[in-house]
Nanobody, 125 residues
Framework: QVQLVESGGGLVQAGGSLRLSCTAS????????MGWFRQAPGKEREFVAS?????????LYADSVKGRFTISRDNAKNTMYLQMNSLKPEDTAVYYC?????????????????WGQGTQVTVSS
Protein backbone atom coordinates (compact mmCIF):
# COMPACT_ATOMS: atom_id res chain seq x y z
CA GLN A 1 0.00 0.00 0.00
CA VAL A 2 1.27 3.46 -0.88
CA GLN A 3 0.60 6.41 1.43
CA LEU A 4 -0.28 9.75 -0.15
CA VAL A 5 -0.28 13.22 1.40
CA GLU A 6 -1.63 16.26 -0.43
CA SER A 7 -0.63 19.85 0.34
CA GLY A 8 -0.86 23.31 -1.17
CA GLY A 9 -4.56 23.99 -0.94
CA GLY A 10 -5.96 27.27 0.34
CA LEU A 11 -8.12 30.30 -0.35
CA VAL A 12 -7.51 32.26 -3.52
CA GLN A 13 -9.40 34.88 -5.51
CA ALA A 14 -10.83 34.09 -8.91
CA GLY A 15 -8.13 34.36 -11.56
CA GLY A 16 -5.42 33.36 -9.11
CA SER A 17 -3.16 30.33 -8.99
CA LEU A 18 -2.30 27.49 -6.64
CA ARG A 19 0.06 24.53 -6.88
CA LEU A 20 -0.94 21.31 -5.20
CA SER A 21 1.59 18.65 -4.26
CA CYS A 22 1.11 14.95 -3.55
CA THR A 23 3.96 13.13 -1.84
CA ALA A 24 4.03 9.34 -1.78
CA SER A 25 5.70 6.84 0.50
CA UNK A 26 5.62 3.11 1.09
CA UNK A 27 6.07 1.78 -2.43
CA UNK A 28 8.11 2.58 -5.54
CA UNK A 29 6.52 5.79 -6.79
CA UNK A 30 7.41 5.26 -10.44
CA UNK A 31 5.44 1.99 -10.53
CA UNK A 32 2.13 3.84 -10.57
CA UNK A 33 0.01 5.93 -12.81
CA MET A 34 -1.37 8.85 -10.81
CA GLY A 35 -4.25 11.26 -10.86
CA TRP A 36 -6.03 14.20 -9.28
CA PHE A 37 -9.72 14.17 -8.47
CA ARG A 38 -11.95 16.67 -6.72
CA GLN A 39 -15.19 16.66 -4.80
CA ALA A 40 -17.37 19.68 -4.19
CA PRO A 41 -20.02 19.72 -1.44
CA GLY A 42 -23.04 17.69 -2.43
CA LYS A 43 -21.39 16.39 -5.59
CA GLU A 44 -19.67 13.18 -6.61
CA ARG A 45 -15.92 12.92 -6.82
CA GLU A 46 -14.79 13.77 -10.35
CA PHE A 47 -11.71 13.33 -12.47
CA VAL A 48 -9.42 16.34 -12.90
CA ALA A 49 -6.14 15.12 -14.44
CA SER A 50 -3.91 12.07 -14.65
CA UNK A 51 -0.38 11.21 -15.65
CA UNK A 52 1.37 8.02 -16.68
CA UNK A 53 4.20 6.46 -14.69
CA UNK A 54 6.87 8.22 -16.73
CA UNK A 55 5.13 11.60 -16.89
CA UNK A 56 5.99 13.94 -19.73
CA UNK A 57 3.24 14.33 -22.30
CA UNK A 58 1.35 11.22 -21.21
CA UNK A 59 -1.40 13.17 -19.48
CA LEU A 60 -5.18 13.51 -19.57
CA TYR A 61 -7.38 16.38 -18.41
CA ALA A 62 -11.04 16.98 -17.74
CA ASP A 63 -12.50 19.41 -20.27
CA SER A 64 -13.34 21.82 -17.45
CA VAL A 65 -9.67 22.33 -16.54
CA LYS A 66 -7.93 21.86 -19.89
CA GLY A 67 -5.67 24.79 -20.67
CA ARG A 68 -5.73 26.04 -17.05
CA PHE A 69 -4.32 23.13 -15.02
CA THR A 70 -1.07 21.25 -15.56
CA ILE A 71 -0.21 17.92 -13.99
CA SER A 72 3.39 16.80 -13.58
CA ARG A 73 5.47 14.42 -11.50
CA ASP A 74 9.01 14.11 -10.24
CA ASN A 75 9.74 10.43 -9.63
CA ALA A 76 13.06 11.26 -7.94
CA LYS A 77 11.13 13.22 -5.29
CA ASN A 78 8.15 10.84 -5.09
CA THR A 79 5.93 13.83 -5.74
CA MET A 80 3.16 14.74 -8.16
CA TYR A 81 1.97 18.30 -8.78
CA LEU A 82 -1.09 20.11 -10.04
CA GLN A 83 -0.47 23.68 -11.17
CA MET A 84 -3.82 25.47 -11.23
CA ASN A 85 -4.05 28.81 -13.04
CA SER A 86 -6.97 31.09 -13.86
CA LEU A 87 -8.96 29.58 -11.02
CA LYS A 88 -12.74 29.93 -11.00
CA PRO A 89 -15.24 29.70 -8.14
CA GLU A 90 -16.48 26.43 -9.64
CA ASP A 91 -13.03 24.93 -9.00
CA THR A 92 -13.80 25.05 -5.27
CA ALA A 93 -13.56 21.51 -3.90
CA VAL A 94 -11.49 19.09 -1.88
CA TYR A 95 -8.73 17.84 -4.15
CA TYR A 96 -7.47 14.27 -3.82
CA CYS A 97 -4.49 12.52 -5.33
CA UNK A 98 -4.60 8.83 -6.15
CA UNK A 99 -2.47 6.05 -7.57
CA UNK A 100 -3.28 3.35 -10.07
CA UNK A 101 -1.48 0.04 -10.71
CA UNK A 102 -2.10 0.71 -14.41
CA UNK A 103 0.87 2.68 -15.66
CA UNK A 104 -0.79 4.84 -18.28
CA UNK A 105 -2.89 7.94 -17.69
CA UNK A 106 -6.51 7.11 -16.84
CA UNK A 107 -9.76 8.95 -16.15
CA UNK A 108 -12.03 6.46 -14.39
CA UNK A 109 -12.13 6.72 -10.62
CA UNK A 110 -12.52 2.94 -10.31
CA UNK A 111 -9.01 2.41 -11.69
CA UNK A 112 -7.41 4.19 -8.72
CA UNK A 113 -6.90 2.25 -5.51
CA UNK A 114 -4.90 4.42 -3.07
CA TRP A 115 -6.07 7.87 -2.03
CA GLY A 116 -4.77 10.78 0.01
CA GLN A 117 -6.81 12.60 2.64
CA GLY A 118 -7.49 15.59 0.40
CA THR A 119 -6.68 19.29 0.49
CA GLN A 120 -9.28 22.08 0.37
CA VAL A 121 -9.20 24.59 -2.47
CA THR A 122 -11.55 27.57 -2.17
CA VAL A 123 -11.85 30.15 -4.93
CA SER A 124 -13.68 33.35 -4.05
CA SER A 125 -15.46 35.47 -6.64
Amino acid sequence: QVQLVESGGGLVQAGGSLRLSCTASGRTFSNYGMGWFRQAPGKEREFVASISWRGGSSTLYADSVKGRFTISRDNAKNTMYLQMNSLKPEDTAVYYCATSRILRALTALANFDSWGQGTQVTVSS
